[in-house]
């Protein structure tokens, strides 16, 4: 019979939404010695104003909290600092056991990729996360178009390619997002087979 010390350190916990993710870390990464966390999946999808609150800024100073457009509207609050998807990425540079990270986003947005999430500002804080082996922290991203000219890639500058990922602690890895549902059911079918 084999005993494993920790249940925590040899299982892979997916999360499909920031916040269970963020309930989730934040309830089992306080204790790091007890819960030693070191395999996580998000695959998650954002809500356009999580997209828009990383959007840079038009003018001056202007760098902190969600475009005018969300000003006095439900949430107030909600800032590049101080978001579901903010907290996720803090409580991740926390963990301290983190072996494997694999995280895919995408965006709900109708508007492509390229036109709607400043990727060096939405992902910046995963740049604090550390794992051992660069090649098992992978951020999955959509596909940027090829460039055609000057107003094909409208955030200029604000995308995880090139020299912007000689320091980076992952690996940037362009394609559709991953079909979770595939996997849950093939899972199922095969422990069926096992049982029956």
Known sequence: MECLPSLYGNTTFIFTDTGTAGAFLELYSQDMERYPLRSLELCIRATNIMTEIYYPSAGPGGDEGPPAVFAGRARPGLSM?????????????????????????????????????????????????????????????????????????????????????????????????????????????SAGALAG
């Open 81 to 189: 600092s101080n978001n579901p998807w903010q907290r996720v990425c803090d409580q991740l540079a926390q963990l301290r056991n983190l072996h494997e990270l694999r995280v895919w986003f995408d965006s709900r947005d109708l508007r492509p990729w390229h036109k709607r999430v400043s990727e060096t500002r939405f992902f910046g804080k995963l740049f604090d996360v550390r794992v051992p082996d660069k090649r098992r922290f992978v951020l999955g991203l959509p596909e940027l178009p090829a460039r055609r000219g000057p107003d094909t890639h409208v955030l200029e500058g604000q995308y995880l390619e090139g020299e912007r990922l000689e320091d980076a602690p992952f690996t940037v890895e362009r394609g559709p997002r991953p079909n979770n549902w595939r996997i849950h059911l093939r899972s199922i079918i």
